[in-house]
């Protein structure tokens, strides 16, 4: 009889632990080696309707407003009768608010196996947040970390390194592959000559520093004028994010993408793509740069130095150097023969170690083992 698998997933927004989540269920479930069940907190967002299609109808939700009233327990009590009435084997949870709410409940439950995740390193949550999570990683019998870096992260939290399996996330490569898309369908100039400079992140957290690109933008526009900047995001800070592009008049130059929904192929018609951050866990934008055949210049944070090659894929500067950052985009920007180089190595790299397949291949090696003890 094949194990029951519960993925808890945040929501269906998109957002990097969101789309990884999401991902990964829709791959177990068409690997078959499992039964796989899918909950969440929140059942809004856009990736939705791609669970649907996957055959995952029926998700249940348990929505929360604070961790510390009346209402998590009902959720909690609610959620452990759902696990017990389905007879589920394995919780594995896939963010901070999962990782809390699903090993209570798994826990309540007498669930057998109980997995959280880590995808980040400092700089996301409070001291009184570490301190909850933590609880909740007591209460886990294994712990995925998504980079190295975020593995050393927990050791030095004073997590067993025995309790923690390192799987790198997973990227759907085929999306990539052949992807075209067109300046036009982006509102951008059209002129062929203009460079793009290409930034994913989200605007909703200071963590991803994108006023250090902003900084590094007006930098590289003084060197080569023919270069507009991309950013593609969307979150509270766009407005003063676009009052500081103002205030360094480059706004002319600077393009707010909004979400974006062909990541592809905005990708496929930049030149050259930065991560700015000054924490990660493991950047999934930095991935999708790579497989999309992108030299990058990244800052040397979290997962970055196991991903990205210095001076064969990418540069690696430090965080909140703009300087630095400005004069590799120049370079790059300025020497077709090596981004091409290191777009290509890049890519390889993805290939290798990033893939989906070699995400799931490790994922069931994981269940399987705690399953049969």
Known sequence: MKKRILQFIGSFHQGGSERQATALSCALKSEGTHDIY?????????????????????????????????SFVRQVRKCAAYLKDNKI????????????????????????????SKRETGGMRSSSQEFVE???????DAIVANSIAVRDHLTGRGISPDKIDVIYNGLDLSRFEN????????????????????????????????PMFLRAAKRVAEAIPNTHFLIAGEGELESELKAMAVDLGIDKRVHFIGRCSDVAGLLSISNTCVLTSTAEGFS??????????????????GGAVEAVI????????????DAKMAEHLIELLNDDAKATAFGNGGREIVREKFSNNAQLRNTIRLYNSLLEK
């Open 38 to 70: 899918v909950a969440t907190l929140n059942n809004d967002g856009v990736l939705r309707s791609g669970m649907e299609a996957a055959g995952f109808t029926d998700i249940p939700e348990f929505p929360l407003t604070s961790f510390f009233n009346a």
């Open 89 to 116: 084997d394995l919780v594995h949870t896939h963010d901070f608010y999962t990782n809390v709410f699903g090993m209570a409940a798994a826990s309540l439950a007498g669930v057998p196996v109980k997995i959280a």
């Open 179 to 210: 992807a075209e898309s067109s300046r036009e369908k982006f509102g951008l100039p059209t002129d062929k000559n203009i460079c793009l400079v290409t930034l994913v992140a989200n605007l909703r957290h200071a963590v991803k520093n994108v």
């Open 310 to 321: 210095e001076g064969e894929t990418g540069y690696l500067v430090s965080s909140d150097d």
């Open 134 to 140: 933590k609880l909740a990683f007591g209460r886990s």
């Open 284 to 301: 999934n934008s930095l991935l999708e740069y790579m497989a999309a055949g992108k030299p990058v210049v990244a800052t040397n944070v």
